[in-house]
């Protein structure tokens, strides 16, 4: 979820996502790599930070994989082709984070992070999944107001009632239905992975290796489990709990216990001596301050100006620590809004990706997350639910049990979602760092579970979300880089301190 943020992974996108293809040129075939007769691979329009060799093109896939011969939308594609001709193994698929996040540049950015045996062997491959601009894009006008993270995430109110988050789900998902066109309803986890066997197919790949981060783990479990022997070398890190009875209400389910594992990290940072956006003088205190805080903040906002919405109230505050402690870099973002706020005052408002971005990125995420599965409609269902997590978990008040505009979604899931299981070659490395608010241990264990014989797990002493070449982890990072290099994984689950 899924912070954006990833889980609604509805979070701030780069700018380098508008980046535009150029028209498709025929590039030069490279001995020693499979011909891909469908792509024509060219120079990447020149961003900050694309890497010259980066190469783009564009894939038509059909919109509906029921009806193959029916409308065809795009997938834009990249590339950086693998370094050494002679040791090269095959394609490397870079799946991103989300749903709403693209690898597009990927293989500029993390994917030049590989050790240099890893990109010897493989091209790296990045994507925008259908939805996401430049791919065939979506989107549902959603109104400004309904673009603020605590729309998108459900928070109650601070009584806990659900009516407002009932009615809201009412209005965007009526504006998606009226906006969101056809594609929207073809918009699914499963046909992520139908669209990554096509641009195998495409590439001229029997098997594919993968690197799947947060919502990509998902990605990559499916793939693997619809197309077991399309498989080579599968590295899911920060792993999403495969629950087919829930799916992306799992996903949210588990930020409370995801927030109650790394905030007492936070809390021993924050308190820490010469730290200069100290919040307290133990860590013990940062706890009740921070939920003292957010209880004035419920009763008393604060304007804020430029900030969407335009008040600092205890949501707000809320949601920027579930966004802070992602990483604890992010620390001082939730340190210094604590500060100010108990000046009566806030910071700059925070910068937000262009409106047309935050719009295609809300529907992406919203068409995945409620085509995957059928969300209950019952508002008391909801209400049971966040009274509970607010008496067990105070510092998410609930949050992670209430409606979001799936609870309103008009169309039925077209397909019962994907049951991950033992049966398959057994190719999967699982990498999940110990203390993650986004994709929590408890719920990476569940994959890990879900997978059995097919999968091994290295869990890593580390704090934040993203854990493989993330956290500078020596055994984590050697052990996977071990795994796409070689094939060798560790016979059993490793624990990394």
Not at 331 to 351: D, I, N, Q, S
Request: charged residues 20%; proline residues 10%.
């Amino acid at each position: 979820m899924p912070s954006t943020t990833r889980h609604l992974a509805l979070t701030a996108v780069p700018a380098a996502l508008l980046v535009a293809l150029l028209p498709p040129l025929t590039a030069d075939a490279v001995p020693g790599r499979p011909a891909g007769p469908s792509l024509s691979w060219a120079p990447c329009e020149e961003a900050a930070g694309i890497d010259p060799r980066q190469q783009c093109a564009t894939l038509r896939v059909p919109m509906d994989h029921a009806d193959p011969g029916g409308e065809q939308i795009s997938l834009a594609l990249s590339r950086i082709p693998a370094e050494d001709d002679r040791a090269r193994r095959g394609a490397l698929f870079l799946i991103p984070g989300g749903p709403g996040g693209s690898s597009l540049n990927d293989p500029s950015g993390r994917g030049q992070k590989l050790p240099q045996e890893v990109r010897d062997q493989y091209d790296l491959i990045g994507f925008a999944p259908r939805g996401l601009a430049p791919s065939t894009s979506v989107g549902c006008g959603l109104e400004h107001a309904d673009l603020a993270q605590t729309k998108l995430r459900p928070w109650p109110a601070p009584d806990g009632s659900v009516d407002a988050n009932m009615a809201t789900a009412e209005r965007m998902a009526r504006a998606c239905a009226r906006n969101g066109g056809e594609l929207i309803r073809h918009l699914s986890t499963r046909n992520n992975a139908r669209d990554l066997d096509r641009v195998r197919a495409a590439l001229g790949e029997r098997k594919i290796s993968a690197w799947g981060v947060s919502y990509g783990t998902y990605v990559g479990a499916v793939y693997s489990q619809m197309f077991p022997h399309r498989t080579d070398r599968i590295v899911l890190d920060s792993n999403d709990d495969p629950d087919p009875a829930r799916v992306a209400r799992a996903w949210l389910a588990g930020h409370e216990q995801g927030v109650e594992d790394v905030f007492p990290h936070f809390a021993a940072w924050a308190s820490a001596p010469g730290n200069p956006d100290r919040v307290a003088r133990t860590a013990a205190e940062v706890r009740p301050r921070f939920l003292r805080l957010a209880a004035r903040l419920d009763r008393e906002p604060i304007p804020w100006p430029g900030a969407n919405p335009a008040e600092l109230d205890g949501n707000v505050l809320r949601q920027t620590m579930l966004d802070s402690l992602y990483r604890p870099s992010r620390y001082p973002t939730l340190a210094k809004l604590m500060r100010a706020a108990e000046r009566g005052t806030v910071p700059p408002a925070p910068a937000t990706p262009p409106e047309s971005v935050l719009q295609n990125v809300a529907a992406v995420g919203a068409g995945t997350l409620c085509n995957d599965v059928a969300w209950p409609r019952s508002a008391a269902l909801y209400a049971q639910g966040v009274a509970e997590s607010r008496a067990t978990y105070p510092l998410t008040a609930g949050m992670p049990r209430n409606a979001m505009l799936c609870a309103a979604w008009p169309y039925p899931p077209r397909e019962a979602p994907v049951r991950i299981t033992d049966r398959g070659p057994s190719t999967v490395l699982l990498v999940q760092n110990e203390r993650d608010v986004a994709t929590p241990l408890s719920g990476a264990l569940k994959l890990r579970e879900a997978f059995s014989r097919r999968a091994v797990m290295v869990t890593v002493d580390s704090t934040g979300h993203d854990a493989y070449l993330a956290d500078g982890n020596a055994c984590g990072d050697r052990t996977v880089s071990r795994f796409l290099s070689t094939g060798e994984r560790p016979r059993r689950d490793v624990y990394c301190r």
